[in-house]
């Protein structure tokens, strides 16, 4: 996987981010489930951390749910982390990390998820 991930970086070219992990480029389209509220959106990037999820409604920070994937092939757990806001120059969004929990199940679930949106057409 880390192969793959730096493999997508050196295509995406030098970035500003600051991040501990590296991500890839991704555009999937997806849901944000966060109890009864279901935000559509795209995710644009995954790594070992979690993804970008770009949508115009925001939450705030700390919010945990489910980001889902076409007809429910893929269902993970997430907790916002962070939200970036309509002003900013690359436009609003979230950012989701993986909620694993040190669960075997769950981060088993979280890897499914980053090899099924590398591999996704889109």
């Given at each position: 996987m880390t192969r793959r991930l730096a493999a997508a970086e050196a295509q995406a070219g030098p970035t500003e981010d600051r991040r501990a992990r590296r991500r890839a480029p991704v555009q999937v389209p997806?849901?944000?489930c966060l109890g009864d509220l279901i935000l559509p959106g795209t995710i644009e990037n995954v790594?070992?951390?979690g993804v970008f999820f770009r949508t115009c409604v925001l939450v705030e920070p700390g919010e945990r749910g489910r980001l889902c994937v076409g007809a429910d092939t893929m269902d993970v757990s997430i907790c916002v982390?962070?939200?970036r806001t309509a002003v900013h120059p690359r436009g609003p969004g979230l950012?989701?990390?993986?909620?694993t929990e040190g669960d075997p199940g769950r981060e088993r679930a979280a890897l499914e998820a980053i090899l099924a949106l590398l591999a996704d057409p889109h």
């Open positions: 997806g849901r944000l790594g070992a951390g982390i962070w939200c950012g989701l990390a993986w909620a």
